[in-house]
């Protein structure tokens, strides 16, 4: 299809009446869009709840382990000059 045919078939397009819309389709896909908001709000306070509760946990469990700190000798050193 060259550009002239291409052109022609727009046109064909542009001047045909739109289809009717059925009434219903605005409150339907209000409804949808707002369940869709809700879905998604609610997924993000989740998240966020969920990364909150992990810090909370890492900085519990780094405050009782102290991973930080060297551990203490299991061996005791050898006694020299007794």
Sequence with gaps: ???PEREAAVRRLMERT?????????PEAVR????LL????AA???LWLLLIAAAVAFTVWALT???WVEPPSQTTP?????
């Design 32 to 35: 949808r869009g707002g369940r």
């Design 44 to 46: 993000r306070r989740l």
């Design 78 to 82: 050898p006694v020299s000059n007794w």
């Design 38 to 41: 809700r879905r998604r709000t």
């Design 65 to 67: 382990a102290r991973p």
């Design 1 to 3: 299809m060259n550009r």
């Design 18 to 26: 739109p289809p009717q819309v059925p009434p219903d389709l605005y």
